[in-house]
C-alpha cells in the first residue's frame, strides 16, 4: 500500500453485513486509527444511498469502507468528504480504463458511471460530535469482475477490459486516491477540489430529465451543485430551484 495512512490499517472480513455498518461499530467500541479499511469478500446486506441495498456478486467486486476523522472541515463542507470519495473513484477509472473511448462521469451527488452506466456507488456516513465532523465512514461498491447485473444499467472493469482485475489492486489504488484527495482537503485546496468535481460532473450546465417526489419527469438544466450538496436547477420557466437528495432522481 503506497500511503500513509489510508488502507494501512485493514479488516478483512470474509462476510459480514455491511462493512459501513461493521465499521460504525468499531468506531463505537475501540480507538481506531485515521485511514482504517473494512472490506469483505461477501457483503449480505450491503446498504445505498435513499435506503436502497447494495447487492454485489461475493468474491466479484470491491465492498469497503473507510475512515476518516475530517475534525478540520467545518460542518458546512460536509460535501466536500463526497466530492473527494467520488474524485478518488473517478481516478482509479481513468487510472485503469486507458485503452478505449471510456467517458468517465460523477452523476450527482456520487455515482460513478462510464458511458452512462452505473460502476460504482458510495454511500457516506458521518458522525458529528460536538459540533465537528468527528468521523466519516466511506463506504464504496465498485464493480470490478461481475459481469451480469440483471435488468440494472451497470457495468464493471471486467465488462469494459474483457479481462479479469487484480480486486486487491484496485483497492489500494482507492486508497492512493482517496488519500491524495483527503491530502488535499486537509490543505484548503478547495477551488482545485471544485473544478476537478464539476469537470467529471454528468451533465453539467446541460439539460436533464429529473423524477421529483410526486413522480413528476421534467427537464431542467443542472446548474450547479451548493457547497452544501444541493442540486441546482435551472426550470423551463427560468425559475431556479434547489434540491437535495430526498428530493429529486436524476434520470439518464
Ligand atoms: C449507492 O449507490 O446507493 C451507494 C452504494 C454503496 C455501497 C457500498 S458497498 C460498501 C459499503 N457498505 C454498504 O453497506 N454500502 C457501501
Known amino acids: 500500500m503506497e500511503t500513509l495512512f489510508v488502507g494501512q490499517n485493514q479488516y478483512f472480513l470474509p462476510r459480514v453485513e455491511s462493512t459501513n455498518t461493521y465499521a460504525t461499530g468499531l468506531l463505537r467500541n475501540v480507538n481506531i486509527p485515521e485511514g482504517t479499511i473494512v472490506y469483505t469478500d461477501h457483503q449480505t446486506q450491503g446498504r445505498g444511498q435513499r435506503g436502497n441495498s447494495w447487492i454485489a456478486e461475493p468474491a466479484s467486486n470491491i465492498t469497503a469502507s473507510i475512515i476518516l476523522n475530517p475534525l478540520f472541515l467545518g460542518l458546512k463542507k460536509t460535501f466536500c468528504i ?141 446548474q450547479n451543485v451548493t457547497e452544501e450538496g444541493l442540486l441546482v436547477l435551472v426550470l423551463d420557466n427560468h425559475v431556479v430551484k434547489h434540491y437535495d437528495i430526498k428530493e429529486i432522481t436524476l434520470l439518464r
Open 82 to 222: 463526497s466530492k473527494i470519495a467520488a474524485l478518488a473513484v473517478h481516478d482509479v477509472l481513468t487510472e485503469n480504463l486507458t485503452h478505449g473511448q471510456f467517458d468517465i462521469k460523477i452523476k450527482w451527488p456520487n455515482d460513478i458511471l462510464v458511458n452512462t452506466r452505473k460502476i460504482a456507488g458510495i454511500l457516506i456516513e458521518n458522525q458529528v460530535q460536538t459540533g465537528r465532523l468527528a468521523h466519516s465512514v466511506i463506504g464504496i461498491g465498485l464493480n470490478v469482475n461481475q459481469t451480469e447485473f440483471g435488468d440494472v444499467p451497470a457495468t464493471s472493469f471486467k465488462s469494459l477490459l474483457g479481462v479479469n482485475c487484480d480486486r486487491k489492486l484496485v483497492l489500494s489504488q482507492l486508497c492512493k486516491h482517496l488519500e491524495k484527495w483527503y491530502l488535499r482537503l486537509k490543505k484548503g485546496a478547495f477551488t482545485e477540489i471544485d473544478q476537478a468535481y464539476f469537470q467529471a460532473l454528468y451533465g453539467y450546465k446541460q439539460s436533464l430529465s429529473f423524477r421529483d417526489e410526486a413522480g413528476l419527469v421534467f427537464d431542467a438544466v443542472l
